[in-house]
């Protein structure tokens, strides 16, 4: 089989069997608002389709255009992007909006280059951008597209080095010069996610698998050769401090090792050996004299961001005295599921509900 007629065959397949999603048109030939797939396209980074679906939805619903969301407050955009992690997406998506409005009055520009010089818009991004919207042939590389390629040469090895990246990228750029770019760079991410799946893939019903060297060796668990993740271990403390008003102290730190600039729960590093007295760097934002009492939970939180497996001990600090007034940091603990964007937070006052 060509190269040519397994296009054809892929885009058939596509045609026939492609999910409905929220950010795709029913008319696959149709040209795509590069606003609505910019933001699909930096939500399905490291997420998966299902998680994302809502979160879209809600987002174009509040945020229809650039100018929208330059307009909006960075921390209201956080709070939109709650529970997706990796929130320096969210960031640059901001930022980025706000470059959009100002010097391209709100239109995106339509060349690599220009795409890449923005906030968080990298190659695939940029690629993504180029081929659905505006149906240039530009290629796009995702782990569906690299697992497939993989699989379909037996590369037995991963676009880590300049070398290997070109490969793929060369790959990638082969399949995308075609009458139809956006739909081959769509029905390859497609095929990725439904079929050529990372286990058990359903080979018997790809419409590649005559071109498929690993299908027809069956040796698909082999393809591609698995990526080692190296995990840092953290331990820390996370403090909630409660006024006797029942509201609970926020932060917002520009110089903080995680978190950076969100509204977060006082954090710090600390053994969890010692989790037992009053540690001395929460006096940091909290004086001893100023506490009534305070109580270790018998459950840490448990998170990973980035390449940090966390565990947390809990500190809830009780005050003897109300919340300062009109002071924003401190949040009515009934509304801090609305006033935290991140899932580290969430998890502590979660325990702090629950053994209350």
Same mark, same amino acid.
Do not use: C
């Given at each position: 089989m060509t190269k040519t007629e397994a296009k054809i065959l892929l885009k058939k397949w596509f045609r026939q069997h492609h999910a409905h999603l929220p950010?795709?048109?029913?008319?696959?030939?149709?040209?795509?608002?590069?606003?609505? &797939?910019? !933001?699909?396209? !930096?939500?399905?980074?490291? #997420?998966?389709? $299902?998680? &994302?679906?809502? @979160?879209?939805?809600?987002? *174009?619903?509040?945020?229809? /255009?650039?100018? #929208?969301? +330059?307009? +909006?407050? $960075?921390? /209201? *955009?956080?709070? @939109?992007?709650? %529970?997706? %992690?990796?929130?320096?997406?969210? =960031?640059? !998506? @901001? =930022? #980025?909006? %706000? !470059?959009? +409005?100002?010097?391209?009055?709100? =239109?995106?520009?339509? #060349?690599?280059? $220009?795409?890449e010089a923005l906030p968080g818009i990298g190659k695939y991004t940029a690629g993504a951008i180029l081929s659905f919207a505006f149906h240039q042939k530009e290629p796009i590389l995702d782990g569906n597209l690299i697992r497939i390629f993989s699989r379909l040469h037996l590369f037995d090895f991963l676009p880590a080095g300049k070398k290997e990246t070109g490969i793929y990228w060369n790959e990638a750029a082969n399949w995308a010069h075609d009458r139809e770019p956006h739909q081959i760079n769509e029905a390859l991410m497609e095929l990725g996610r439904v079929l050529c799946k990372v286990q058990n893939p359903l080979c018997g019903q790809c419409p590649l698998q005559k071109i498929c060297k690993a299908g027809m060796q069956k040796r698909t668990a082999e393809f591609p050769p698995k990526k080692e993740t190296i995990r840092e271990n953290w331990s820390g403390v996370i403090l909630v401090i409660e006024s006797t008003d029942q509201k609970i102290l926020s932060i917002r730190e520009s110089d903080a090792r995680f978190l950076k600039n969100q509204r977060s729960l006082p954090l710090f590093e600390y053994s969890k050996a010692h989790t037992r007295g009053l540690p001395g760097a929460a006096e940091k934002w909290v004086s001893p004299e100023a506490i009534a009492d305070y109580q270790w939970l018998s459950k840490p939180v448990r998170h990973s961001i980035t390449k940090f497996k966390m565990e947390c001990g809990v500190l809830h600090i009780r005050l003897k005295k109300k919340a300062p007034k009109n002071n924003p940091m401190w949040v009515p603990r009934i509304q801090t599921s609305n006033a935290f964007a991140n899932k580290l937070c969430l998890k502590a006052l979660e325990l702090i509900e629950a053994q209350s």
């Open positions: 950010w795709r048109p029913d008319n696959l030939n149709e040209k795509r608002n590069p606003y609505f &797939v910019w !933001i699909s396209e !930096i939500m399905l980074q490291q #997420t998966q389709v $299902e998680a &994302v679906k809502k @979160h879209y939805e809600n987002w *174009v619903k509040d945020y229809p /255009d650039v100018f #929208t969301l +330059a307009r +909006a407050n $960075e921390t /209201d *955009v956080l709070l @939109h992007w709650q %529970g997706l %992690g990796y929130y320096s997406r969210a =960031k640059n !998506i @901001h =930022k #980025t909006a %706000g !470059i959009l +409005a100002e010097k391209w009055n709100g =239109k995106f520009p339509q #060349t690599r280059p $220009e795409l």
